[in-house]
């Protein structure tokens, strides 16, 4: 009896991000490598990630020309 075979494992991030993440972190890496830690670099490069995969989910969000911000109405009540 043949086993079935092994579903492949996908990367945690897509391949354009995982390519920006690593530009990004070869960015920091260079620039300050010689200053950081094994452990420091290791809590960047998660740092990196986040910031990359939020970056990503904003740029998703297609905005028109006539989508404005939101303005919390809050009215003004005197005391009384």
């Known amino acids: 009896m043949a086993e079935p075979e092994p579903e492949p494992i996908e990367p945690a991030a897509p391949e354009p991000a995982r390519s920006e993440i690593e530009a990004l972190f070869a960015l920091v890496r260079r620039r300050y490598g010689d200053r950081l830690t094994a452990e420091q670099l290791a809590a960047v490069r998660v740092g990196i990630e986040g910031i990359v995969e939020t970056s990503r989910a904003l740029r998703a969000v297609r905005l028109r020309n006539s989508d404005e911000p ?11």
């Open 70 to 80: 939101v303005q919390p109405f809050a009215p003004f009540r005197a005391e009384p």
